[in-house]
């Protein structure tokens, strides 16, 4: 079983930064490719960053390009997503992700198995 908690979300003002993290225990992390999505009430949830299990590949949502970078660290079963000059739009319930028979990143939510439980992040304009 895999599990994945995230932590990190919190208040910030409009054109400030976060930095996300996940850790994750259980299997095999450094096989698994990793993603984040996030949810704002009342709307799908969306696909925002993932990273391949070497962490060599690495793809973004197009509304994020340019200043979110997600980032893993094999050693220590964590999967990281810097955001930065954050938006009121930005703001929603994040979630990472863990496509355990995946090695490449993919923006389908379908293909992961293993989602953590959310972290909120709230941007004030």
């Known amino acids: 079983q895999v599990h994945l908690v995230e932590s990190g979300g919190g208040v910030v003002q409009s054109g400030g930064s976060l930095r996300l993290s996940c850790a994750v225990s259980?299997?095999?992390?450094?096989?698994?490719?990793m993603g984040w999505f996030r949810q704002d009430p009342g709307k799908e949830r969306e696909f925002v960053a993932a990273?391949?299990?070497?962490?060599?590949?690495?793809i973004y949502a197009h509304s994020v390009k340019g200043r979110f970078t997600i980032s893993r660290d094999n050693a220590k079963k964590a999967v990281y997503l810097q955001m930065n000059s954050l938006r009121p739009e930005d703001a929603a319930i994040y979630y990472c992700?863990?496509?355990?028979?995946?090695?490449?990143?993919?923006?389908?939510?379908?293909?992961?198995?293993?989602w953590g439980q959310g972290t909120q992040v709230t941007v004030s304009s």
């Open positions: 992700a863990a496509d355990t028979y995946g090695v490449e990143a993919s923006e389908s939510d379908h293909d992961y198995e293993y």
């Open positions: 259980g299997g095999t992390f450094s096989s698994y490719a």
């Open positions: 990273i391949s299990w070497k962490g060599d590949f690495t």
